[in-house]
């Protein structure tokens, strides 16, 4: 569990501090032209947040199942971290907020 947190916090870094953009679903596949309508640096803003929240909360899962000595809390927290972060990530940096004002 803790790796899958330090892959989380790997990813963000790279994402939003290392320029990693083609990590970014389809963002490497679009035209320049249509890259130039996104703000990519509040996109890997965004990545880098989440990603960040989403360790987090893996990492938390991880301490209460130890101290409630039940390792399915820590299989649930995984779980309901992935269904809950990733559609938020996807449906969030598709949303207007993230595409320049110059664009259509």
Do not use: C, D, W
């Not at 939003?16 to 320049?32: D, E, P, V």
């Not at 000595?69 to 809950?84: C, G, H, K, P, T």
């Amino acid at each position: 569990m803790i790796a899958t947190a330090i892959i989380f916090v790997i990813l963000g870094i790279l994402i939003k501090h290392g320029k990693f953009y083609n990590l970014i679903a389809g963002y490497n596949t679009m035209s320049k032209e249509e890259q130039a309508t996104y703000n990519i640096e509040k996109i890997a803003t965004l990545f880098r947040n989440v990603m960040f929240a989403m360790a987090l909360l893996i990492i938390l899962g991880y301490i209460l199942s130890k101290q409630l000595e039940n390792e399915q809390i820590s299989f649930y927290a995984i779980i309901m971290v992935s269904i809950i972060g990733i559609p938020y990530l996807l449906i969030k940096s598709n949303s207007k907020a993230y595409k320049n004002n110059n664009s259509n």
